[in-house]
């Protein structure tokens, strides 16, 4: 892994596009700003994991037969009152 | 973008065989970039998202509104513009559901697919309030 060091206010570029900055520091916690193309998708790793997760759990080879949902009525809307 | 608005489920109308393309495939399948939507009257309001080549294995996926019906998202602003909506009500919303035996199923309130009715280019969305729900929340089913 290539490690570099960097202060607030500093970024690294990859790829010639993508910029990556230390805007601050707050206790433990480093917020970074990412400029990146709209065809490259960021996450936090943590959490693109769990929905990767998630999704291979769903996939499914077959189409069996369904249970029914018991649909939730709607919230009563502010106009729907009379 | 508050998508607030979007609480009608009648809204929620696509053909019933209609073919979406997402261009960053879904997460851990960011190679399959086409499904067929399959909706068969016995099975409403839950559809097939089905991949469009091999392997062809499916999703089951449903209007998350119909399960919360105060169910909320805020679209990353990078998400609108790649998805080219304009207003709330350009996009359709459906979440990925786990059968997990009878009687018990669970849906993905964290990471919404997000389509362009229009264009029909979805997204799976991890929304700015993602954390509020969960990743296998229960369905209520028979």
Not at chain 2, 122 to 133: E, F, G, L, R
């Amino acid at each position: 892994m290539l490690i570099l060091s960097r202060k607030p206010g500093e970024s690294i570029i990859i790829d010639g596009r993508i910029t990556v900055r230390v805007m601050r520091l707050e206790g433990d916690v480093v917020k970074l700003g990412i400029d990146a193309p709209r065809d490259v998708p960021v996450h936090r790793q943590e959490v693109y994991e769990e929905i990767q997760r998630s999704n291979k759990e769903a996939v499914t080879d077959s189409h069996p037969p369904l249970p029914q949902l018991i649909v939730q009525p709607p919230p009563a809307s502010p106009a729907a009152k009379k | 973008m508050n998508t607030e608005t979007l609480l009608e489920p009648p809204t929620q109308t696509l053909d019933d065989r209609a073919i979406i393309h997402l261009p960053f495939g879904l997460l851990g399948f960011e190679q399959v970039k086409s499904y067929i939507l399959l909706a068969a009257p016995n099975e409403k309001p839950f559809m097939w998202m089905q991949m469009m080549d091999a392997p062809r294995k499916s999703f089951l996926i449903v209007s998350p509104f119909l399960v919360m019906p105060e169910y909320q998202l805020d679209i990353p602003e990078r998400d609108v513009e790649f998805l080219d909506l304009t207003e709330p009500t350009d996009a359709l919303v459906f979440n990925i559901c786990t059968l997990r035996g009878p009687g018990n199923a669970t849906i993905n309130l964290k990471a919404p697919l997000v389509i362009n009715r229009y264009t029909l280019i979805c997204k799976q969305v991890i929304p700015d309030n993602a954390s509020q729900y969960a990743l296998n929340h229960p369905l209520l089913v028979t």
